[in-house]
């Protein structure tokens, strides 16, 4: 009795095969004549009946599930995330050869479909949604680390932070560095040089039309750039803690790293310890000496702390290294100006003495000295840029401080037409 039992019992399950494997034929066929919904209701079918199956038959499933919710996903994220569970899910399996083969030609076929939808939604400013291809991409093949260091980056644009810190933190749990070599091509239709995660992706846009031109570039470490953009998430999550204890961890090992010293000075500013952000800044200017950037800043934050004359001086230094910077230039003409309010208030609390009067002549004479040498600023701020209107007006009316009524005259024309 428990003979036949037994033998009744493996007749179901053969049978429970045989039908499995009829509708993942069935589902195959459908697929191949591009029958979507068909296959993807064969395999519900079969679907109900899996758990007993052999390992090469839910390799098989799975594989095939895959294909047929990719080919309906219609550039629909979820049904990809659908569609890459699944495909992860067959490797889990004993395959046959030949299942094994095909479920790695899927994975590659999937991968390089994604990246390159992902690089079609970057040229469209469609930062969050290149970044969900680029990390379905990533868990085809944990080893393409570099789709997750651009998952994150397009995250990281499209100001979806908690994404973007999540993947940061894993490439440095990794230990990925980004340095090797990477790949490049030129778009065909925007003349832009844009990366590539390996040469394969790199060579079939190449081979699509799109991209020209290839190049190759050895990259550098990016790991301190990954933590300086962590470093500014947290602060524009005002997460200054974590920011400090993202680049000092940083810092230990690579001190010099202007990067890095930026990225401190950065939230120490937002900190509000201006004292500390100049000393930093110091530090940074020591290892960058011709960065006119880094000077500018150092003149804004000299500035807040009321050392207007040392403010100046940043800015003329910024100046000499980049003579067309419009904010030096402006910032530098409204500390010189912001004094003027000091001589009009002395003279309009001077009387009517003779002493008095002297007085008045020796402060008018300081004040068209003081508001001549901040002329030059203005000029070269309105050459850089007269867009702005009250920048035009202040130089106009400076003018007519100094007696160049012709010059005052000209501005305020300009003003109004």
Do not use: W
């Not at 299942?99 to 479909?113: D, M, P, V």
């Not at 994604?114 to 469609?126: F, G, M, R, W």
């Amino acid at each position: 009795m428990k003979k036949s039992i037994l033998v009744i019992g493996l007749s179901f399950m053969t049978l429970t095969a045989f039908a499995q494997k009829k509708e993942i034929r069935k589902a195959n066929r459908a697929l191949d004549s591009g029958d979507f919904s068909t296959a993807l209701s064969e395999l519900d079918n079969a679907e109900s009946q899996l758990d007993g199956a052999k390992d090469d038959l839910k390799a098989e499933f799975y594989y095939t599930k895959s294909k047929a919710i990719f080919g309906s996903s219609g550039n629909n994220i979820d049904k990809i995330r659908e569609a890459v569970s699944s495909l992860k899910e067959a490797t889990n399996f004993n395959a046959s050869s030949k299942t094994r083969g095909e479920i790695s030609k899927l994975s590659e076929q999937i991968s390089n479909e994604l990246v390159s939808s992902a690089i079609e939604d970057q040229n469209n400013s469609k930062g969050e949604a290149a970044a969900d291809k680029l990390m379905e991409a990533y868990k085809l093949n944990s080893r393409d680390t570099v789709y997750l260091y651009y998952a994150s980056s397009n995250y990281h644009n499209a100001e979806v932070y908690d994404k973007a810190i999540k993947g940061y933190q894993e490439l440095l749990d990794l230990g990925y560095t980004g340095i090797g070599t990477q790949y490049f091509a030129v778009n065909t239709e925007t003349g832009e040089k844009e990366a590539f995660a390996d040469a394969n992706q790199r060579d079939l846009m190449l081979k699509s039309g799109a991209y020209s031109n290839p190049s190759e570039e050895v990259s550098e470490n990016v790991t301190p750039q990954i933590l300086q953009y962590m470093a500014y998430i947290y602060i524009q999550d005002e997460d200054y803690d974590n920011a400090i204890k993202v680049v000092d961890d940083a810092l230990k090992s690579d001190p010099k790293n202007t990067d890095l010293l930026r990225a401190k000075a950065d939230v120490i500013y937002q900190l509000g310890d201006k004292e500390e952000y100049k000393k930093i800044m110091k530090q940074i200017i020591a290892e960058d000496p011709n960065n006119p950037e880094l000077l500018f800043n150092l003149g804004v934050s000299s500035a807040e702390l009321g050392e207007m004359d040392e403010a100046i001086e940043y800015y003329n230094e910024t100046i000499k290294l980049d003579s067309n910077h419009y904010a030096a230039n402006l910032n530098a003409a409204v500390l010189i100006l912001n004094k003027d309010e000091e001589y009009v208030e002395q003279m309009n609390s001077l009387g009517m003495t003779a002493e008095d009067n002297k007085k008045y002549q020796e402060l008018q004479k300081e004040r068209v000295k003081l508001m001549a040498s901040a002329v030059p600023y203005l000029e070269a701020a309105i050459k850089i840029d007269d867009s702005d209107v009250e920048v035009v007006r202040t130089l106009a009316n400076v003018y007519a401080q100094l007696g160049e009524e012709d010059k005052s005259d000209a501005l305020m024309q300009k003003i109004q037409d």
